[in-house]
């Protein structure tokens, strides 16, 4: 695979033909459903630090960006931004900091695997492996010939197990709360029924649990329903909430990571033996996992999906636009 560093993409935003105006170029793309944005010309310049160090400062200083790149009237709620950016460690090829409608994610398994696309589509990779470095450690992703891509997770785990909260529109739920590079309630009882509820009412019920989980567990931002699957090759189908409000289309990366820890723990699934997610689409993820700490149940899970390229673009940042920064913000 050939190294992104040796092709460096430019940290800065570019002047545009018409006067007061500044570009930034993004490549779009879905994996499973859900969209990515990556950044690969006009992101502001984080100079030569940590990606973790990078992502703090691009969350203090620059958070503008953040939501011009994503937000209305240029994005949706949905998408998912990647800025590439340069690893601080010597072994990683290339960094990226994630981030959505309200902030920045520590890790994104689709926009990883968005992200691999994108290098490829740009001719900066061909098929092989390389190294990620993330805000919260450092990945591996390998593309493959069919144009899928595997992403070896962050250390992911099960932190607390049946936890029980009370919420009005369903009363007592159970679940357990994990790590897969973001912070996940992944709810056990009730078990759902997804042809009975609307994508709405879906939304309505896990955001009434994350407010009820947020009391015990404040770093959670993330939760997992699970129902039965539309496909007969499927373990599981699921349906998560993200921080800002949406539910994402594929089955999720960090959400899958963290199903496979519980899984793991549990002993309800062999070492690199396959578990299909599928996602409340029914677009489908492969995760296998190994042990990372087998005595502190922490595993390194592998998920493996294929995105798809949908546009090319220019961002146009206009001086006087009152919504150049996006709707919705202070900036």
Not at 298 to 326: H, K, M, V
Request: proline letters at 5%.
């Amino acid at each position: 695979m050939q190294n992104p560093k040796s092709n460096p993409l430019s940290p800065s935003l570019t002047t545009g033909a018409s006067s007061g105006a500044s570009t930034m170029r993004v490549i779009d793309s879905h994996t499973a459903g859900e969209p990515t944005r990556v950044v690969i010309a006009g992101g502001p310049p984080l100079g030569r630090l940590s990606v973790k160090q990078q992502c703090e400062q691009f969350a203090a200083q620059f958070d503008h960006f953040r939501s011009a790149i994503v937000n209305e009237p240029r994005g949706s709620d949905v998408i998912v931004g990647a800025l590439i950016c340069e690893p601080q460690d010597p072994t990683c090829d290339v960094g990226v900091i994630f981030f959505n409608n309200v902030g920045m994610l520590g890790m994104c398994g689709h926009g990883t695997i968005g992200l691999v696309s994108t290098l490829q589509y740009l001719g900066k990779i061909s098929t092989g492996q390389c190294k990620i470095e993330t805000p919260v450690g450092i990945v591996g992703a390998t593309l493959h010939e069919d144009g899928s891509v595997s992403v070896s997770n962050v250390p992911s785990y099960r932190e607390a197990k049946d936890v029980a909260v009370e919420v009005p529109s369903l009363g007592t739920v159970r679940g357990d709360i994990a790590w897969g590079g973001n912070w996940f309630y992944l709810v056990k009882e009730p078990y759902f029924n997804f042809s009975d509820h609307s994508h709405d009412s879906l939304l309505r019920l896990s955001t009434e649990i994350r407010l009820a989980i947020n009391k015990q567990f404040p770093l959670v931002d993330h939760v997992e329903l699970f129902g039965a699957t539309i496909h007969a090759d499927s373990h599981s189908r699921n349906f998560v909430l993200c921080p800002g409000g949406q539910y994402d289309r594929s089955p999720c990366g960090t959400g899958t990571s963290a199903k496979l820890a519980c899984l793991a723990t549990d002993d309800e699934l062999k070492e690199h033996d396959s578990w299909v997610q599928e996602s409340i689409l029914g677009t489908q993820f492969v995760g296998r996992f190994q042990w990372h700490d087998q005595s502190k149940r922490s595993i390194i899970p592998t998920i493996t999906g294929r995105a798809y390229i949908t546009s090319e673009a220019e961002l146009i940042f206009t001086a006087g636009d009152p919504f150049c920064w996006g709707i919705g913000t202070k900036s």
